[in-house]
């Protein structure tokens, strides 16, 4: 999966996605929306030859970058909680 900035304002940003891992951006956007902050957060695909995936962020307050990184920290810690859960239920 490779990312690129292509517009960025103070209250939102658009993200290009090449080869874009959907098991990924999903939870994602799902967890952005779980953000107060987040007015939107959406993941667009087009035209699956034509276009690239873009992943827009717009918030209310505070910053889009800040609210993707809480996002992905989320995940991250949620993923690392089932990770350890199911490596003790497995022994």
């Known amino acids: 999966m490779e990312l690129r900035l292509v517009e960025k304002d103070k209250d939102s940003l658009r993200i290009e996605i090449?080869?874009?891992d959907e098991t990924v951006i999903y939870p994602l956007?799902?967890?952005l929306l779980q953000d107060k902050t987040v007015l939107e957060a959406r993941y667009?695909?087009?035209h699956p030859?034509?276009?690239v995936p873009v992943l827009l962020v717009r918030t209310s307050d505070g910053r889009p970058?800040?609210?993707l990184k809480?996002?992905?920290k989320s995940l991250s810690?949620?993923?690392s909680e089932t990770r350890a859960l199911l490596e003790k239920a497995l022994k």
């Open 44 to 46: 667009m695909t087009g």
């Open 70 to 72: 809480k996002a992905a």
């Open 65 to 67: 970058q800040a609210a």
């Open 49 to 51: 030859q034509l276009d």
């Open 77 to 79: 810690d949620q993923f």
């Open 29 to 31: 956007v799902h967890e």
């Open 18 to 20: 090449r080869d874009p």
